[in-house]
T-cell receptor
Framework: AQTVTQSQPEMSVQEAETVTLSCTYDTSESDYYLFWYKQPPSRQMILVIRQEAYKQQNATENRFSVNFQKAAKSFSLKISDSQLGDAAMYFCAYRRGETSGSRLTFGEGTQLTVNP | ETGVTQSPTHLIKTRGQQVTLRCSSQSGHNTVSWYQQALGQGPQFIFQYYREEENGRGNFPPRFSGLQFPNYSSELNVNALELDDSALYLC???????????????FGPGTRLTVL
């Protein structure tokens, strides 16, 4: 079974600074996808960034980027120029590359606080 | 384009009762997944519906059941409620496509269930 581990229950960062959230996963599959989701107090789960396992290039989305280390099964999220609106619970998630939609396996989450 | 909606927003039940939660998928999406998110934890996959058929199930007992309707909306039913069923229940829909990995899941705001 696939597992996702987030070892940082809480992180804090100063506004405009950079923060990195850690995630490791375990799988025997070769075709899979990794995600970072953001869940603000409104509870709506929002996709931040996605990484396809077959791609060596790290994904980037504006201020958000990942460091994908496939051999180490590590998938960290870097948030640059942190903003107050980035404060939320962040979840790392794994999904197999099936053809008809597939379940997400989530980590336990990292609560990010952004200090003004 | 209307996103994923869920009803009700909040619900309070007593132990032993039954509950039905509803989800309307995003327009054009034919796959619906349900997740249970206990307080302070990551979401756990309950089951998924694709074209009105159950298409995968997580480690949840049979008293958790579901339906998907021809318009792809879905219901989650929980019988014989237990205190541990208190959680946020998230619904996510995804569009049809050839590659499962391309089928991003879009989440609704969730239903907060409290069992007393």
């Amino acid at each position: 079974a696939q597992t996702v581990t987030q070892s940082q229950p809480e992180m804090s960062v100063q506004e405009a600074e950079t923060v990195t959230l850690s995630c490791t996963y375990d799988t025997s599959e070769s075709d899979y996808y990794l995600f970072w989701y953001k869940q603000p107090p409104s509870r709506q789960m929002i996709l931040v960034i996605r990484q396809e396992a077959y791609k060596q290039q790290n994904a980037t989305e504006n201020r958000f980027s990942v460091n994908f280390q496939k051999a180490a099964k590590s998938f960290s999220l870097k948030i640059s120029d942190s903003q107050l609106g980035d404060a939320a619970m962040y979840f790392c998630a794994y999904r197999r590359g099936e053809t008809s939609g597939s379940r997400l396996t989530f980590g336990e989450g990292t609560q990010l606080t952004v200090n003004p | 384009e209307t996103g994923v909606t869920q009803s009700p927003t909040h619900l309070i039940k007593t132990r032993g009762q039954q509950v039905t939660l509803r989800c309307s998928s995003q327009s054009g999406h034919n796959t619906v997944s349900w997740y249970q998110q206990a307080l302070g934890q990551g979401p756990q996959f309950i089951f998924q519906y694709y074209r009105e058929e159950e298409n995968g199930r997580g480690n949840f007992p049979p008293r958790f059941s579901g339906l998907q309707f021809p318009n792809y909306s879905s219901e989650l039913n929980v019988n014989a409620l237990e205190l541990d069923d208190s959680a946020l229940y998230l619904c996510a829909s995804s569009p049809p496509g050839l590659a499962g990995g391309k089928n991003e899941q879009f989440f609704g705001p969730g239903t907060r269930l409290t069992v007393l």
